[in-house]
């Protein structure tokens, strides 16, 4: 295929992927059970945390912990006590422990408290520079709250190379807005424009099929990239095509 050519495949793909239809197998259905700004923020980003292995066994889990959180995630941070620490012994994702969960509960609980939102921290290190320092600004910060040095490795550090395909899918879901019921496009300090491809394996061996990604490593090399491509086929909204290489790998083993 030519470059028109690609790009009208990858348009159609979208079309086709990106409809709430994609809901329904997909761990974005969680943060969709919450009509608030706030649970949706953080149902989505501890949903995007654990959003690695099988799409079932992730929905699950995530299951689970909403309901850990009483099913009101905003309102249980704003009110939780250390009596009520101890319900997330009892959870576990993969590597994902209970030591790790509740840290993460505390730090979006003193998140919630000085920046009010995730959406204002995010856009904190967003106003300095662009997603990346983003991404590794929300890091610095999240961390800061006595992490145990096991937890780091469940929030992406660009700075070592790693690709931050959870993150940037977190923010795929809050930034973007185009009226199609899938992303919530919640977050309006943050531009489309700006956003990066959540690469993983999937989307980096379609991809490479594809002749828009050279390099083999699946890092935040490789992100920016198959961005030359994508942002050059939509300049204001390239991360849709997330949909098109995540159905093309996942749905069509393409």
């Excluded at 943050?190 to 379609?206: E, Q, R, S, Y």
């Amino acid at each position: 295929m030519n470059k028109d050519e690609l790009k009208e495949f990858l348009d159609e793909k979208v079309l086709k992927y990106n409809r709430p239809e994609f809901i329904d197998n997909d761990p974005i259905q969680i943060p969709h059970l919450f009509s608030k700004k706030e649970d949706i923020e953080i149902a989505g980003f501890l949903v995007a945390t654990i959003a690695w292995g099988r799409r079932d066994l992730i929905i699950k889990s995530a299951n689970k912990l909403m309901s850990l959180l009483d099913h009101s995630p905003s309102e249980f941070l704003l009110n939780a006590s250390k009596s009520d620490w101890n319900r997330f012994e009892s959870f576990y994702y993969r590597t994902f422990s209970s030591v790790d969960c509740l840290y993460f509960i505390k730090a979006l609980q003193q998140i919630q408290k000085k920046h009010t939102s995730l959406e204002a921290l995010f856009n904190l290190g967003y106003n300095n520079g662009d997603i990346k320092e983003s991404i590794r600004y929300f890091r610095e910060v999240f961390l800061s709250y006595g992490s145990l040095q096991r937890t780091h490795k469940h929030v992406a550090n660009i700075d070592k190379g790693a690709s931050a395909k959870r993150l940037n899918m977190y923010l795929r879901w809050m930034v973007r807005n185009d009226n199609n019921g899938v992303d919530f496009g919640i977050w309006d300090t943050i531009n489309a424009k700006d956003l990066l491809l959540p690469l993983d394996v999937h989307t980096g061996n379609v991809s490479r099929k594809l002749g828009i990604l050279q390099r083999k490593q699946n890092d935040i090399k490789a992100v920016e990239e198959v961005m030359l491509t994508l942002r050059d086929f939509d300049p204001e909204d390239p991360v849709k095509y997330d949909f098109a290489l995540f159905g093309l790998g996942i749905d069509e083993h393409f």
